[in-house]
Nanobody, 120 residues
Framework: QVQLVESGGGSVQPGSSLTLSCKPS????????MGWYRQPPGAQRELVAT???????NLADSVEGRFTISQDTSKDTVYLHMTKLKPEDTAVYYC??????????????WGQGTLVTVSS
């Protein structure tokens, strides 16, 4: 079973930067999109950013101007570059992948989550 492997979380001070990365543990064909969601303490999971295989980006208003998403399609890796971090960015960040093939149908994978804590 292919899994998403996330890395880059940690504890930082407000105003700091972090970069998260995520890639599948095995080969996934026909990836349509990858992205990041987050779940703050006591809240529901929410979209942070997604990027399609063609490079179309969807970014949450709350992170506009501070976070960017990028990908290396040769490595099936997606990155979330986070700058000017705020305490309200504290959350478990989850990687997401969507793939479709005619033979398999739709496949959606979620990572196990990586904790980002922003605190002084």
């Amino acid at each position: 079973q292919v899994q998403l492997v996330e890395s880059g979380g940690g504890s930082v001070q407000p105003g700091s930067s972090l970069t998260l990365s995520c890639k599948p543990s095995g080969r996934i064909y026909s990836i349509n999109s990858m992205g990041w969601y987050r779940q703050p303490p006591g809240a529901q999971r929410e979209l942070v950013a997604t990027i399609t295989s063609g490079g179309h980006i969807n970014l949450a208003d709350s992170v506009e101007g501070r976070f960017t998403i990028s990908q290396d399609t040769s490595k099936d890796t997606v990155y979330l570059h986070m700058t000017k971090l705020k305490p309200e960015d504290t959350a478990v960040y989850y990687c997401n992948l969507n793939s479709y093939t005619g033979a398999r149908g739709h496949l959606e994978l979620w990572g196990q989550g990586t904790l980002v804590t922003v605190s002084s």
